[in-house]
């Protein structure tokens, strides 16, 4: 349930700056550096994931009764894992890759947001499978602490991973700018 949560945030991390449409000239302009702008977002996303992480753990303990708590450590350090190599990966897919989001409106995935949903289901597939594989290991070895530990090392790696796309985000951002406000202030419809 934890991986069809992430699989439904996707569209929103790979394509952060989507929504904000002609307020990309206001960031862009803003007296603070674009790397605020971005860590802004990406708490708010860390913090939707939260919430969505706690609901299931609620539904899955009020279907299920008591959970193991090593089972539990092991979920929380997967999903801080998979959400921080999304964001790392989610920030440069976002500057790369723009693409105009509308509220409401639903449309065809072509060109840049088709390469965005690509790269991010690719992505997510991979973090998912990589963490599937490391609990059905420990599961079948008995050794749920080892799990802890080697997801405690994905984060870290994943932490390191997210800060240096950070730095670079907003580096490549100021080289690309100009394609950026283009993209995103285009108005729906023209080409």
């Known amino acids: 349930s934890v991986a069809y949560a992430f699989l439904v945030e996707v569209s929103m991390i790979f394509n952060s700056l989507g929504y904000d449409g002609t307020g990309i ?9 674009f790397r605020r702008i971005m860590l802004g977002k990406n708490l708010f996303y ?10 299931l753990g609620i539904c899955v303990r009020w279907l299920f009764g008591p959970l193991n708590l090593l089972v539990v450590a092991a979920t ?3 999903s ?15 500057v790369y890759f723009p693409h105009r989001l ?3 409106a639903f449309g065809r995935g072509r060109g840049a947001r088709g390469m965005a949903m690509a790269v991010g289901l690719g992505s997510e ?4 499978g990589t963490s599937a594989v490391v609990v059905v290991i420990g599961q079948a070895l008995d050794r ?8 405690f090392g994905l984060s870290a790696l994943a932490l390191a991973g997210y800060l240096f796309s950070l730095s670079r985000t907003e580096r490549i951002l100021l080289a690309h700018r ?8 285009r108005v729906p419809g023209a080409s």
Request: with cysteine.
């Open 25 to 33: 000239r206001l960031l862009l302009l803003a007296p603070v550096p």
């Open 46 to 55: 860390a913090v939707a994931t939260f919430l969505n992480v706690l609901l």
């Open 76 to 78: 929380l350090l997967a």
């Open 80 to 94: 801080l894992y998979v959400l921080l190599a999304n964001l790392a990966v989610g920030n440069l897919i976002s």
């Open 102 to 104: 509308e509220f409401g």
């Open 125 to 128: 597939l991979a973090l998912v």
């Open 144 to 151: 749920m602490g080892l799990v802890l530990l080697i997801f």
């Open 178 to 185: 100009d394609a950026l406000a283009e993209e995103l202030c």
